[in-house]
């Protein structure tokens, strides 16, 4: 409870007393999305496991709330307290979303494909799609992946430091590249150190992601996520 208090804390209260004054990107912001952002970052902390310890069968890890946690900390810290304008972050998704979602989609696959591959981050093995089963789990993985990854995700990294770089620089391409670097770079310890090529296959995807987020929000962003990881998913291993 005293870890988590720690953690909380500061990214609940720096922003009412120390509050930046521009729509742009600060040392105030910087502080709070690293302490939000570390602790989910794969292979960097075991810190919710420590404030969530798992009881044991039938429920091996619960340290997934500290990762809900983050997400509605995050997004009150920065949507109500720091008053981020532009985000356009909500669950519903509407058809707008899907179209832009989906055509950013569409126009990264044959670039991030041959990337992907090149770097030997993904091989071609595509699962089975035998039955109706096997189409509603891909479903229901879609559904996730947008709630509990996608959406976060692209709130931390589009809606947020994307928008408050733009602000900061007046340059929105500049802070499109910069956001997709900084994409990349957390996933450099995801499964192992350095993980480069899931770094470099997520920047590449993080510039697409940025094109969806500029034309459509975050929810159209997260739609184009998610249909990314679903695709290396079931098609790639």
Known sequence: MAKLAL????????F??????????????LIVLAILVTPVISGTTDL?????????????????????????????SFLILRCVEGADFRFSVRRADLRTGG?????????GIPVALAVGFVRWAP??????????????????????????????FRGILQRLLSGLLGRPRLAQALAALAFGAVHLSFRFFPNWPFAV??????????????RGGVPAAAVTHTLTVI???FLFD
Do not use: H, N
């Open 201 to 214: 296959t997520a920047a590449t995807a993080g510039w697409f992601y940025g094109e969806a987020y500029r």
């Open 127 to 156: 699962g089975p799609l035998e039955s109706w089963a096997d189409l509603g789990e891909i479903v229901g993985k879609a559904v996730g992946i947008f709630l509990a990854t996608a959406l976060p995700e692209e709130l931390c």
């Open 48 to 76: 919710f496991k420590q404030i969530y310890p798992s009881p044991g069968d039938p429920v091996p890890r619960l340290d997934i709330l500290g990762k809900l946690m983050v997400i509605a900390l995050g997004a009150y």
């Open 16 to 29: 009412v007393i120390a509050p930046p004054r521009r729509q742009a990107l600060s040392w105030q912001d």
């Open 103 to 111: 055509r950013f989609f569409l126009y990264y696959l044959p670039i």
């Open 231 to 233: 695709t290396w998913t």
């Open 7 to 14: 953690l909380c804390a500061p990214a609940a209260f720096l």
